[in-house]
């Protein structure tokens, strides 16, 4: 979903540009009904990355959007403005709010990702508010007559189009391999944390279950590992696991397998074993993402508990 998302946003910015700039103005009436499959598609790609095992049949009703603004364009062509607005809002606004209700829970996004998938959604979801933003700005820059101004709009807004699909394209690459410095993570952050739930007999039993797991096979160690499998792997629907880890310990699913990558890590510190080895056989694939964690839940960089480990 999120590739026909990318082909369906530069399919629109290529229609639009043969319209406004190559004379095809007999395409025009096409624009609203393929820019409303846009914000539909981002709804769609975003169930499939964040809430579903797999998407179910009435997640599909989202895809008659496109039929009833083709009906709009052709029955009540005044309301079509309004109603690519209210598309593109309410669905940018509906991905922010799922969002921070599940705490940067991806079902199929590897736990090693850590907020990198967060950002991109919320990224997305921006995109769309600002694509509506746009829309309103020509439709005032038409009623005063500067048509000047619209075809500035539309240049500056398919620029920007076209640099989120980059943006998007390389989304599963976005990090920032650096050194992380000790006081750029706040050293007490953990305890911060305060659960969004109260914690229940049934989170307890699922918690039970999920670190006796983890402790027996050790899944922490597989850097692909996601919660779809972890939920799988346990029988328990994907949201009970992530209630539950939230309830009971204020983090999200990232941050608690984190906690025995980390444990693991310290381990093979000790051990002797190089940063480098310790990261990839802890389960991490990235350096800054590795940093952030070992700073986050001990208050040392790699570096630092490796020679403090080596000190008689």
Known sequence: MLMALLLAAAGQSVLVGIVQYYGFAS????QPITASIIPALAWMAFLEASLRARLQIRDWVHFSVPAIV????FVLPAIIDV???SLFVGYGAAILVMLHRQGGDFA???LTSGHIP???WRFIAFALIASAISDMLIIVAKIDGNDQIVGLILSITSSLALLTIGFLSLSPDIAIDVDVDVQSV???QPSDHVPATPSTPEHRTIMTRLED???REQLYLDPDLTLARISRRMGVPLKQISTAINATTGENVSRFINKYRIEHACRELDKGETVTTTMLTSGFNTKSNFNREFLRITGKTPSQ???EAQQP
Do not use: F, K
Request: net charge neutral.
């Open 83 to 85: 109603v690519l607005c």
């Open 27 to 30: 395409l025009r009436w096409l």
């Open 213 to 215: 797991l983890q402790i």
């Open 108 to 110: 199929h996004m590897p």
């Open 305 to 307: 508990w490796q020679q």
């Open 118 to 120: 967060a950002l991109v």
């Open 186 to 188: 706040d050293q007490n």
């Open 70 to 73: 083709a009906l709009c364009v």
